[in-house]
């Protein structure tokens, strides 16, 4: 059986810290605001993996109250959270996503992102793409006030660990 979920992630923008996305540290003036390490790319994956699986929601399976997911690596969760899939009997079979932000252009890194992330989802990395937008200098991503992202993921049915 195949099945789809769909995840979204936004995260304030603010001074004083970085800028994770998929696991890649792009140079940025102004980073995410957020308890993990507010990576919105991989977030948005971890809810599209979920989704499709039946299991919930990433605030389900790490509570921003916890202080263990305090700067926690949020490839660190989606590997977490592909152990989880597969206990449930699921597993990934391919992922799209797109990052909207306004500045810096994201380039060449989403190729590094897309494997990062294809690493941490055990999927070659044409199973796994990565899209950037700009927010066309209107409303909150235009204005730089915010990093979005979103995902889709399909997962198949495997034979339970
Ligand atoms: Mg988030």
Redo the contacts with the bound molecule.
């Keep these: 059986m195949i099945r789809f979920g769909i995840g979204t992630?936004?995260?304030r923008l603010g001074v004083g810290r970085k800028l994770i996305l998929g696991g890649v540290e792009v140079p940025s003036p102004k980073g995410a605001v957020?308890h993990?390490d507010?990576?919105?790319l991989t977030?948005a994956i971890i809810d599209a993996l979920l989704g499709a699986a039946g299991l919930g929601d990433?605030g389900h399976h790490f509570p921003d109250s916890d202080p263990k997911w305090k700067n926690a690596s949020?490839i660190e969760m989606l590997k977490k959270v592909v152990e989880t899939l597969g206990v449930s009997g699921y597993k990934p079979v391919n992922v799209d996503s797109t990052v909207h932000l306004e500045l810096p252009k994201l380039g060449r890194l989403k190729q590094e992102m897309t494997g990062k992330l294809a690493d941490a989802l055990g999927l070659p990395r044409h199973l796994v793409n990565v899209k950037a937008k700009s927010g066309e200098t209107v409303g909150t991503v235009g204005r730089g006030e915010v990093v979005e992202a979103i995902a889709v993921a399909q997962v198949e049915s495997i034979t339970p660990e």
């Design positions: 992630d936004r995260h957020g993990s507010a990576d919105s977030h990433i949020s």
